[in-house]
């Protein structure tokens, strides 16, 4: 006769989802979290055992409900850290957790069935997979930006204190203005800033770059700078638009013999913020564009693929940077945002 189970001790499905969820994103932080202890107490409630036990590398075991024996549950503990092998003792059971091949702790049952340890284990497991391929992200993202920062070309920086130098004596107030300038540039791009900015401090580098470009370039660069009041105040990942502008002086002006136009453009567009670069410059082929979004283009527009990855990464695959251009048409760059996104706060 099969026995029924008391429909109180069976948990909800959208119980057993809402727990799981609970538990893992108690687990991102490791085995070593400062969480450890409460998905552990929630995982001995989700499968319904009296004792569990999660243990990181060093044996350091945090445990929740009725524990074993000490001196059983040191031994199982040890022989699984020793042999990445399950083992048991009377009634403590424990499995080796690896995370990407790796072994990263164990976990211990006490007055559990087999199929209860693998698949609580199984459930640990997902978690810190998870909590590493997003710690793996971030990683990831601070690399880009550490990128851009070091991107400075030292060719324009040496031309900007070469020129700051030459008017020391001519134009004093002028090279006290530029090394001003210089100053604020060197401290926005290389200073450790949080991940995002507001478009006006985005506007504000911009100025100051283009403000030594123009010390460094003469008459050989006009530029353009229009930003609207209303996008003034929206939060966008940080250093966004300086390399774009950056990108389109080195590789639109400089390489024409006759002077070039830089604009630079912000405003708002129903619920969006969109930004634009153009210039009139050599331009490229729409494939090289293409190439360069997508990281296929070794040496050249870093600064682009860095800008379109991290807009991608925080707004999703439908925005990025658009570029339009052509051999001899010049380059338009545009940076299209949300006015307003959940977490994204300067």
Request: charge should be negative.
């Amino acid at each position: 006769m099969t026995q029924r189970v008391p429909w109180r001790s069976r948990p909800a499905p959208a119980g057993v989802l809402a727990a799981a969820r609970r538990i893992t994103e108690d687990l991102m932080d490791g085995l070593s979290g400062t969480r450890v202890r409460r998905a552990a107490h929630a995982l001995r409630r989700l499968f319904d055992v009296p004792g569990l036990g999660v243990s990181d590398l060093s044996g350091s075991l945090v445990w929740s409900g009725r524990p074993g024996a000490d001196d059983v549950v040191a031994q199982v503990l040890d022989e699984v850290l020793h042999t990445e092998e399950p083992a048991a003792r009377g009634e403590a059971a424990a499995v080796p957790l690896h995370v990407h091949d790796e072994l990263a702790g164990a976990l211990v049952l006490v007055g559990a069935k087999a199929a209860v340890l693998r698949q609580a284990a199984d459930l640990v497991v997902r978690a810190l997979e998870r909590g590493r391929l997003e710690a793996s992200a971030d990683q990831a993202a601070q690399a880009e930006l550490r990128a851009l920062r070091a991107e400075m070309s030292p060719h324009f920086v040496y031309n900007a204190l070469t020129v700051i130098a030459s008017l020391v004596r001519s134009e004093p107030d002028r090279a006290r203005d530029l090394m001003l300038d210089f100053a604020d540039y060197t401290r926005y791009s290389l200073a450790r800033h949080g991940e995002y900015t507001v478009v006006a401090e985005e506007f504000r580098a911009v100025e100051t770059y283009l403000a030594l470009q123009r010390a460094v370039l003469g008459d050989r660069l006009k530029v353009q700078v229009r930003v609207a009041p209303e996008v003034l105040a929206v939060a966008v990942p940080y250093l966004v638009l300086e390399p774009l502008v950056e990108n389109a002086i080195r590789h639109g002006i400089e390489p024409r013999p006759e002077a070039g136009l830089v604009q630079v453009h912000g405003q708002a567009e129903g619920n969006d913020c969109v930004l634009t670069v153009e210039d009139d410059g050599v331009g490229m082929p729409p494939k090289q564009a293409a190439d360069i979004l997508a990281g296929r283009a070794a040496g050249a527009g870093l600064g682009l693929a860095n800008v379109d990855r991290r807009l991608r990464d925080v707004y999703g695959a439908w925005y990025g940077l658009t570029v339009e251009t052509e051999v001899g048409a010049g380059t338009r760059v545009i940076v299209r945002v949300p006015r307003f996104q959940p977490g994204v706060l300067p």
